[in-house]
């Protein structure tokens, strides 16, 4: 399941990439950047809290 998730996440990011490089490389950049900042803000949010070792 979580192969064919990924795989339709690639082929979705993938057209939308393809799309926004035929309309404008600089709007191409912008969302590129914006995706990438609201990964790490996500990824500082969703933070799973670290199992001490026993």
């Given at each position: 399941m979580f192969a064919a998730g990924l795989g339709a996440a690639t082929a979705g990011g993938g057209a939308l990439i393809g799309w926004l490089y035929d309309i404008s490389i600089g709007t191409l950049v912008v969302v590129v950047i914006?995706?990438?900042l609201m990964a790490l803000v996500m990824m500082f949010a969703i933070?799973?809290?670290r199992v001490a070792p026993s």
């Open positions: 914006a995706l990438e933070r799973l809290p």
